[in-house]
């Protein structure tokens, strides 16, 4: 499914620019200002405060680990790297930062907006992402541990679709989840015991 992008206005958006005091900063301002953010800046780190920013622009000529306050690569919104040195390792270290978009140095008077909504769609393409593995890794577990689950029903001797049949039957006694079901069961006897006393007859329910 296409997803959608985000192009309202950004009127009132907060932006930090994290950039040694410099004309470029100033006249990035003086961007962001005409658009409608709030801008403030900060060097050489950002403080905590800057967590509840909507934009942070930050210097990758003399970026280094540990200007922000979040773990490497993992910005909670979007951010955009001033480059004004192409050096391959000034490039990778701004990758290896989170950076979703880039505006080269020297900053003039223009370039600031796209550069906004690129890192925005970026920022929102990568969270987008980020659940959508974060949900398939909980269904593949979920999966993995009926799986766990029904062998372990079946280790009393039924067959794979009696087990099945039973942890159904528990499920519906318990009134959980067929998952749930099975994490009771995986995780409330361990080993072979999980399949002892496990006949639908919904004594692990009742605690």
Do not use: C
Not at 133 to 138: E, K, S, V, W
Request: positive net charge.
């Amino acid at each position: 499914m296409r997803r959608s992008i985000r192009i309202q206005s950004l009127g009132g958006a907060r932006a930090v620019i994290l950039h040694r005091p410099h004309p470029n900063p100033q006249a990035l301002a003086r961007q962001l200002a005409a658009i409608g953010l709030e801008v403030t800046q900060a060097w050489p780190e950002l403080g905590p405060e800057a967590i509840g920013a909507d934009f942070v622009f930050f210097d990758a000529d003399m970026g280094h680990d540990g200007m922000f306050p979040w773990p490497a690569g993992q910005p909670p919104m979007p951010t955009i790297a001033l480059i004004g040195s192409e050096s391959p390792g000034r490039i990778e270290w701004a990758l290896r930062a989170g950076a979703h978009a880039q505006l080269l140095k020297p900053v003039g008077d223009h370039g600031a907006y796209s550069a906004l909504l690129i890192a925005r769609d970026a920022f929102d393409a990568r969270r987008a992402l980020s659940a959508e593995i974060a949900d398939l890794r909980n269904r593949l577990d979920q999966r993995q541990t009926v799986v766990r689950a029904v062998t372990l029903l079946a280790a009393r001797g039924k067959g794979q679709d009696a087990a099945y049949a039973q942890l159904r039957q528990m499920a519906m006694t318990w009134r959980v989840t067929f998952e749930e079901a099975a994490e009771r069961i995986v995780a409330g006897h361990g080993g072979a015991t999980a399949a002892q006393g496990g006949d639908g007859d919904g004594r692990h329910g009742r605690r």
